[in-house]
């Protein structure tokens, strides 16, 4: 193994970014790592959406006492059809009755003329509320609605499985935020893997409702853990160059998770083993990522444990078969070297990185508090305009299963395309051209005509792929920004903003019952609003991840303002002038 003294891990702490670029990103120890965590995160991701299947509404209808049907073929002496069906309940808005039907008793006492035609005095038939029902199975054989009858009046009830899961992963990000800064990246990772295990087996044995919503808010915790930690873990490990590559690789996983779901979903009808195929495989994941994987040397560094992150360090440079001592042989002629007093005292650097932080750091500086508000509105609006645009499939018609594969489809050209949009021009021109074009797009929708339903269609999946652009980018732009003490602090408290951003979409679709336009307005608006604002942040393209606290404030300081620095690259800025 090789050898590196504490005084050496001390003089490259400015230098960490090029120590990870001589261990090698695409060596067995990082390959392993980021292929397993891939894995992981598209399985989590998979439980976080399972429940657009788990709780399916299913085409249902009163069901028709047996003997009735009996008594109207011997008397009326002809077969039960579904027009003698349509004649059992009241008719709303030109369709049967999902929740009222008429009395027995009633029906018994019609004759065989209504059973012909339906003409019926009204006084002749009384009403009840349905107590069992019959579903229509050709597209789901089961699922939690069927089971439970979540139909009528408790159909509002079907709402809070996903109510209580996005609240559990609000609970989870800012949990995982603030536990990955105290007790590490893969300490956070593992325990969310292992609480998403446990809780997502659990959810096919449960048939108590209220537990199966509890349950549901854990999987939440456990599977947003393993995408903040992940994130972090993944950003801190990887090279300057290599680090869109990677980011842009986990957060592509969302979309292949849920094509996935969906292709899992239409092989598999019946939502018991559905879910158990969602939930078994994560167990064997469990050894291999305990075994390929360390904690962040960074973190190590960070929290002034240097033999932790030197054994870290050695471990990652003899899986990927690299040598550390021929990084610090190039530095032995420099004259920085060779001053005696640098090998025992610490830079200011060093000193601040080893200072204590705590989250409430985050808004005590002045600079940390303005960037987190402008972070904490952005990561609300994408997350709040994706699952708006993604929950409301509903309204498109066609094969449900059909419709969720496309829309996580459209999501891959958006991650591909972020890939080299930001690392040719930046994280902050590319998130806010993505937000003003889903905003322009949403927008658009108030002057479509329902008729039009292909434009409709078109417009949708152009703001879905311009909130995916941007979804993709924020995450690695926010672990750029905050210092290493508080990064997962700071990627924590964002995405429970995030989740706030989920369950209020919920709210927000529900105002089509006002006006059909009215939520692609509300989506607009705040998309545009957040592509202006994310303008106020600095760039980091290019840029070490700070390591401190006056690292992010010196970014801020000298950040570009003018708007030929925001949206022309340098390349082409220099060869202009």
Not at 481 to 507: D, E, H, K
Request: a neutral charge; hydrophobic letters at 45%; one cysteine or more.
């Amino acid at each position: 193994m090789n050898e590196i003294s504490k005084e050496k891990l001390k003089l490259i702490d400015g230098q960490f970014d090029d120590v990870m670029e001589h261990i090698g990103w695409c060596g067995a120890f990082t390959l392993r790592l980021y292929a397993v965590m891939f894995v992981i995160i598209i399985w989590g991701a998979m439980n976080i959406a399972s429940a657009v299947f788990l709780v399916a509404d299913v085409p249902h209808q009163c069901a028709i006492a047996d003997d009735l049907k009996v008594y109207v073929e011997e008397t009326c002496d002809f077969n039960w059809t579904s027009n003698q069906a349509s004649l059992t309940g009241p008719v709303e808005d030109d369709k049967l009755s999902v929740c009222l039907r008429y009395t027995k008793s009633s029906l018994f006492n019609v004759s065989c003329t209504y059973w012909e035609s339906g003409n019926v005095t009204g006084d002749n038939l009384t009403e009840e509320s349905c107590t069992k029902w019959s579903y229509d199975n050709s597209m789901f054989t089961s699922t939690l609605v069927t089971d439970l009858n979540l139909v009528c009046e408790k159909k509002w009830m079907t709402k809070l499985p996903q109510l209580l899961l996005m609240f559990g992963v609000l609970l989870g990000a800012l949990l995982c935020g603030i536990g990955s800064d105290r007790w590490g990246r893969r300490t956070c990772f593992s325990m969310s893997l292992i609480i998403l295990t446990v809780f997502a087996l659990l959810t096919s044995f449960v048939k108590i409702f209220w537990i199966f919503l509890l349950i549901r808010m854990m999987v939440g915790v456990g599977a947003i853990g393993l995408c903040v930690s992940g994130v972090v873990y993944a950003t801190e490990i990887t090279s300057v160059r290599h680090r869109v590559l990677v980011n842009q690789m986990l957060q592509s996983s969302f979309s292949i998770a849920f094509m996935f779901l969906a292709l899992f979903a239409y092989l598999e009808r019946r939502w018991f083993y559905l879910n158990l195929i969602l939930s078994i495989p994560i167990i064997a994941f469990v050894p291999f990522y305990m075994w390929f994987s360390d904690e962040s040397p960074r973190w190590l560094l960070s929290k002034g444990k240097s033999q932790a992150a030197l054994r870290s360090l050695n471990r990652m440079a003899t899986v990927n078969k690299t040598n550390l001592s021929e990084f610090f042989d190039q530095f032995k002629d420099n004259e920085v070297l060779g001053q005696e007093n640098l090998t025992i005292q610490e830079s200011d650097k060093s000193k601040a990185t080893r200072v204590p932080s705590s989250t409430l750091d985050i808004f005590r500086n002045p600079t940390l508090r303005v960037m987190s508000m402008i972070l904490f509105y952005n990561w609300f609006a994408v997350t709040c305009i994706y699952y708006g645009l993604t929950l409301n499939t509903g309204s498109l018609n066609g094969n449900p299963f059909l419709n969720f594969f496309l829309i996580a489809l459209v999501e891959i050209p958006a991650n591909l395309g972020a890939v080299a949009v930001i690392k040719a021009w930046g994280r902050r021109p590319t998130i806010c051209i993505c937000n003003v074009i889903a905003g322009i797009c949403l927008l658009c929708m108030m002057f479509t005509p329902n008729s039009e339903p292909t434009i409709n269609v078109m417009l949708v999946l152009i703001g879905k792929f311009g909130t995916t652009a941007s979804f993709s980018c924020i995450y690695l732009y926010t672990a750029e920004l905050y210092p290493t003490p508080l990064r997962g602090n700071g990627v924590g408290i964002c995405s429970g903003w995030a989740r706030i951003g989920g369950m209020v979409s919920l709210l927000i679709i529900m105002l089509g019952d006002i006006s059909q336009n009215l939520p692609f307005i509300v989506f607009g608006f705040i998309a545009a609003l957040a592509g202006v604002s994310i303008l106020l942040l600095p760039e980091t393209k290019g840029l070490p991840l700070p390591d401190t606290t006056h690292d992010t404030e010196q970014m801020y300081k000298h950040r570009s303002i003018t708007l030929a620095k925001q949206f022309v690259p340098e390349s082409l800025r220099k060869s202009c002038s």
